[in-house]
C-alpha cells in the first residue's frame, strides 16, 4: 500500500515552486491508497452535510472549530472535478482538508509533539482521541 502525505504535495509544485493550499496538480493525481479512520457515516447520519461542525483541541486548547458551510467547494463540484483526471469508485474517500487553524500558518506555528492528545470531531456523528507518537521514520 502507497501512503503519501498531500500536505507535502499542496506545498511545492514540480521543479520545487511553492504554491498555496488550493494548488491541485493532476500530476500528482495518481490512484492511492491511504488509511483513514474507524468510522463512516451514512447518508440516514448526516442531516445537511453543508452544516456539519468541525472542531480540533490540541492538550485541550482549541485550535480549529468550523463548519462545512465555510468550504471553498461543493461536493458535486469536488466529485466533477476529481474525477476528471482521478478514478472514483464508489466508497472512496475525497479529503477536503480542515478548518482555519492549522499548526503551520499559526504565528508563532505550532507542530505535534510526542505525548500531546488531539481530539477532533464532527458535530452528532463522531469523536477521535489521539495520542501523538514519535515519527517511525
Known amino acids: 500500500m502507497k501512503l503519501i502525505r498531500f500536505r507535502a504535495l499542496q506545498s511545492v509544485k ?16 495518481k490512484d492511492f491508497k491511504a488509511t483513514v479512520g474507524t468510522f463512516f457515516a ?10 456539519l461542525r468541525l472542531r480540533l483541541t490540541l492538550k485541550g486548547k482549541t485550535m480549529q472549530d468550523g463548519a462545512t458551510t465555510n468550504r471553498n467547494f461543493k461536493i ?20 477536503t482538508g480542515t478548518p482555519a487553524g492549522v499548526g503551520l500558518g499559526i504565528n508563532p506555528q505550532v507542530y505535534l509533539k510526542e505525548g500531546e492528545v488531539m481530539e477532533l470531531g464532527i458535530e452528532n456523528l463522531v469523536s477521535s482521541r489521539q495520542n501523538v507518537a514519535a515519527n517511525a521514520h
Request: net charge negative; glycine share 6%.
Open 14 to 29: 514540480p521543479g520545487g515552486m511553492i504554491d498555496n493550499q488550493y494548488y491541485d496538480a493532476p500530476a500528482f493525481a
Open 42 to 51: 451514512t447518508k440516514a447520519k448526516i442531516i445537511d452535510i453543508d452544516r
Open 76 to 95: 458535486p463540484f469536488l466529485v466533477s472535478y476529481r474525477s476528471q483526471f482521478m478514478t472514483l469508485l464508489p466508497g472512496d474517500v475525497i479529503s
